[in-house]
């Protein structure tokens, strides 16, 4: 919708009607309540609250925030898959972990070495080639590949009820961004086609890239070397590097998403700070203080003690992903 | 203009009373009409070099492109004025050098330490502060402070033709970056007021920054340590970093963007790479191929060769400064 339109919607509907017709996926709980009275207020001409277009900045998590996470992080299946599709050229891997517990189906195996194994198993796949090749392999994978319990495509597991909410805050004048513990390049290749999300939105941990001529043709190639960790205490940071001022409105799900939160919410005038809260084991997942992906601890009691929204995913949202009830 | 006055503005005028209404301040010489014709091109729906709004990217130099650059960069001249003003709580620097020579008014002997002095200016002075209180001091200087030579504010020594440029390519559908050896947070503060260009679309160089809790505030505090250079080959790291795509045309003035050139127009499509040239020792100043600062020299080689868009300040525009003929 544009402004116009939603302008005069606003204009035409009581406060109850124009409740009940954004955000279709969002039961009329508080929660939904919260985002509409803050989305108000902000852009209310003459109120208090009153925030001009240019300071209508609101940033996402990814992760287990617009889509699922489990049972690992999307990107490490995309790693784990790329492992196999390399392993014929790389005979060594047999043997050599974490390739071998990958190679054999045992992801929890190949995970077992921690960060180290982690780095090991990006670098493998996601360097020692230009961007535009990377970027042309994740545009396969992300078109092809489906979820091992969900059988849908990873892009169709982003959650429908935070879809709506890109859409309503963009229709609101607001710019919408992307900051996640994910890769940068990973996630730009669909963030526009799935979210709306212009690569240029996009905000994300890296490995270092480097211009080269080769040939005498200009090429950006990817080093097997970490850049910038795009989590925890490193997200307020990205977002000073790519945004370069304070967001509104910032929404999460996990711990590595609470200094991110913190930094949103102890600007001045009106806030909104949010966590997706994954209560509901049927429609999608079940998991919090004790969870290896996207565990929530700290944020949910700072969420509780600083009043900010918590999504209770079960009795907030009718819908999870789009075309699944 | 916005864009549907302006498809109104192409329909009821002929294409050369069009070509004269555009640009004003840019003579209509070939230079001119090498980019009205590239932008026409790209815009023009089904034509074989149409190129959709999502990839209309253009980026510009900011030091010499699209302000001036002259003695010294207008940033060294910021952290002069800092450093004088910061003084009385350094007793130390009157004998320290690079800052006892910026103390007695010696530029030159100040920036003859080299890339060291520079660092160590640059650290003393825009270092160790939160980016607000970054901001808010560059704010102040910025609009006080005036340039030794002209007596303007730095602000008003922005090149009009480049304004006009700006405004054209986004009154086209072209989202318009700034990507500068210059610092990310100092240009952020006057980037969207000058030039049009939010803060989310300025890269540049910038220092380490790290999030931390002050008696339970979350603030952003700026580290004495180097992050990234934004400049030569590291102007496409930053672009793919910060933008995620290759730009369709760029703008610069020296060869600290020939890296960004020849990587945007080697790409493939209608590409459009242009430098300024500055050859206009009255109303601004002549240098090229011999200036410490703002040198020109392997760049204006490839231009030629590659058929780049050469500005001759001189004779290819009818203004300089705004206000200012």
Known sequence: ???????????????????????????????????????????????????????????????????????????????FDRVKALAPSHPEWKTQEPFASVLKGDMAGALAGGEKALVE?????????????????????????????????????????????????????????????????FMRVFSQEVYGVPPEQVIGSSIKTKFELRDNVPVLVRLPEVNFIDDGAGKPVGIIQHIGQRPIAAFGNSDGDLQMLQWTCAGAGARFCLIVHHTDEKREWAYDRKSPIGKLDKALDEATAKHWTVVDMKNDWNSMFPGKK
């Open 1 to 79: 919708m544009n402004k116009f339109l939603y302008a005069i919607t606003v204009l035409l509907f009581t406060a109850n009607t124009f409740a009940a017709d954004v955000l279709p996926s969002w039961n009329n709980t508080p929660t939904k309540k919260s985002l509409v009275e803050f989305v108000a207020k902000v852009t209310k001409a003459g109120s208090a609250d009153y925030v001009a277009p240019a300071q209508r900045i609101a940033v996402f998590d990814n992760d287990g925030t617009l889509w699922a996470e489990q049972p690992f992080y999307f990107q490490a299946l995309f790693a």
């Open 121 to 185: 198993l990006i670098m493998a796949t996601h360097a020692n080639m230009t961007s535009e090749e990377f970027s042309s392999i994740v545009r396969e994978w992300v078109t092809t590949a489906r979820h091992p319990k969900t059988g849908l495509l990873y892009k169709e597991m982003v959650y429908l009820p935070m879809l709506e909410v890109l859409d309503y805050l963009r229709a609101n004048g607001f710019k919408t961004f992307i900051v996640s513990g994910g890769g940068i390049e």
